[in-house]
């Protein structure tokens, strides 16, 4: 069974950068659309961004769009998600997850493995 790790999370100032790493193992990744997810404190979680199996294919929430950017690197059974220009309301823990279906996606419903999540502060 698909096991996803996160890292790479943290406190940063306001206009900050981050990088975050979702790490798979006991599967290969490279079958899976992954997405990474965020949910901030008394608040539901949401999609922040999905790439498809092969990277050709990434889908951005508005929020995020021109701030952030997904890639994998299937050799390394790995995605990335490149925090730029982090705003407080990014604060959040942020979760990768990963599903077999069509396209990708942002709804949390077609996701079936799913990580622990890292925590991204951003405050000054």
């Known amino acids: 069974q698909l096991q996803l790790v996160e890292s790479g999370g943290g406190l940063v100032q306001p206009g900050g950068s981050l990088r975050l790493s979702c790490a798979a193992s006991?599967?290969?990744?490279?079958?899976?659309?992954v997405g990474w997810f965020r949910q901030a404190p008394g608040k539901e979680r949401e999609g922040v961004s999905c790439?498809?199996?092969?990277?050709?294919?990434?889908i951005y929430a508005d929020s995020v769009k021109g701030r952030f950017t997904i890639s994998r690197d299937n050799a390394k059974n790995t995605v990335y998600l490149q925090m730029n220009s982090l705003k407080p309301e990014d604060t959040a823990i942020y979760y990768c997850?990963?599903?077999?279906?069509?396209?990708?996606?942002?709804?949390?419903?077609?996701?079936?493995?799913w990580g622990q999540g890292t925590q991204v502060t951003v405050s000054s």
């Open positions: 997850a990963a599903h077999l279906g069509w396209s990708p996606s942002l709804d949390e419903a077609d996701f079936g493995a």
């Open positions: 006991r599967d290969t990744l490279d079958i899976y659309h």
């Open positions: 790439i498809s199996d092969s990277g050709g294919n990434t």
